[in-house]
């Protein structure tokens, strides 16, 4: 791993996605113009049209629902999850039907994520895989997703696509119960995982004897707007 995990932005030149107020716009073409009330209320109806499809073909599988925000989002723009979610094309499809049998989506053309921060990512999903709850196989596909989506610039429910920090507490409350109870001051998860890999390899990243006493408090615990 290397020597230092602290949360930094993207290098130039190497971001695939660009945000706009609404979700990404490919690199180099320029977000769509107009009313942004009607863009936003349009885009959330696609994806809870899209969300109730997948649920109506959903397995009656431990995050069935949770998958289905992920991919509805996935697919209505928001977040900066890449191709297939940041799986492998065979773990996606195997993701798709054991979850959702049936159903046909076509995702979008996205990019992979950066392969300079692979051994980033793949220390994140180490990191969670090590304390998964271990009641099914998609915990190990979240971990991925979770992992990749930790690549983004802004809190990791938003990289997401998620619509709240609260769906992302769920989803590690369900999933990978031991990083939660680790977070009992319930620091920014992307912090918060970061802080763990650092820990992991004795890197020292505050100068502040505890949490409580440090004045960039507030950068780690203030509220995720």
């Given at each position: 791993?290397?020597?230092?995990?602290?949360?930094?932005?993207?290098?130039?030149?190497?971001?695939?996605?660009?945000?706009?107020?609404?979700?990404?716009h490919?690199?180099?073409?320029?977000?769509?113009?107009?009313?942004c009330?009607?863009?936003?209320?349009?885009?959330e109806?696609?994806?809870?049209?899209?969300?109730?499809?997948l649920?109506?073909?959903?397995?009656g599988l431990?995050?069935?629902?949770?998958l289905?925000?992920?991919?509805?989002?996935?697919?209505?723009?928001?977040g900066?999850l890449p191709?297939?979610?940041?799986?492998?094309g065979s773990?996606?499809?195997?993701?798709?039907?054991?979850?959702?049998?049936?159903?046909?989506?076509?995702?979008?053309a996205?990019?992979?994520?950066?392969v300079?921060?692979?051994?980033?990512?793949?220390?994140?999903?180490?990191?969670?895989?090590?304390?998964?709850?271990?009641?099914?196989?998609?915990e190990?596909?979240?971990?991925?997703?979770?992992?990749?989506?930790?690549?983004?610039?802004?809190?990791l429910?938003?990289?997401?696509?998620?619509?709240?920090?609260?769906q992302?507490?769920r989803?590690?409350?369900?999933?990978?119960?031991g990083?939660?109870a680790?977070?009992a001051?319930?620091m920014?998860?992307?912090?918060?995982l970061?802080?763990?890999?650092?820990?992991?390899?004795?890197i020292?990243?505050?100068?502040?004897?505890?949490c409580e006493?440090?004045?960039?408090?507030?950068?780690?615990?203030?509220?995720?707007?």
């Amino acid at each position: 791993m290397a020597a230092s995990h602290a949360v930094t932005p993207v290098p130039a030149g190497t971001v695939h996605w660009k945000k706009s107020p609404h979700g990404r716009h490919r690199a180099g073409h320029p977000p769509r113009v107009g009313g942004c009330d009607e863009v936003a209320e349009a885009g959330e109806g696609r994806m809870d049209s899209l969300h109730d499809r997948l649920l109506a073909h959903a397995g009656g599988l431990p995050n069935d629902d949770l998958l289905a925000c992920l991919l509805s989002a996935w697919i209505g723009g928001r977040g900066v999850l890449p191709a297939h979610l940041g799986l492998s094309g065979s773990d996606y499809r195997q993701m798709l039907g054991r979850h959702f049998p049936g159903l046909t989506l076509n995702p979008p053309a996205l990019e992979p994520v950066e392969v300079q921060r692979l051994d980033e990512r793949r220390d994140l999903q180490q990191l969670l895989l090590s304390h998964r709850r271990g009641r099914d196989p998609s915990e190990v596909w979240l971990a991925a997703i979770v992992a990749a989506a930790c690549m983004g610039p802004d809190h990791l429910w938003q990289d997401l696509g998620l619509r709240s920090r609260d769906q992302l507490t769920r989803l590690m409350r369900d999933n990978f119960p031991g990083l939660v109870a680790l977070n009992a001051q319930d620091m920014k998860w992307k912090k918060f995982l970061y802080r763990q890999l650092c820990l992991a390899e004795d890197i020292l990243i505050c100068r502040s004897p505890s949490c409580e006493v440090c004045q960039d408090y507030a950068v780690c615990f203030g509220p995720e707007v």
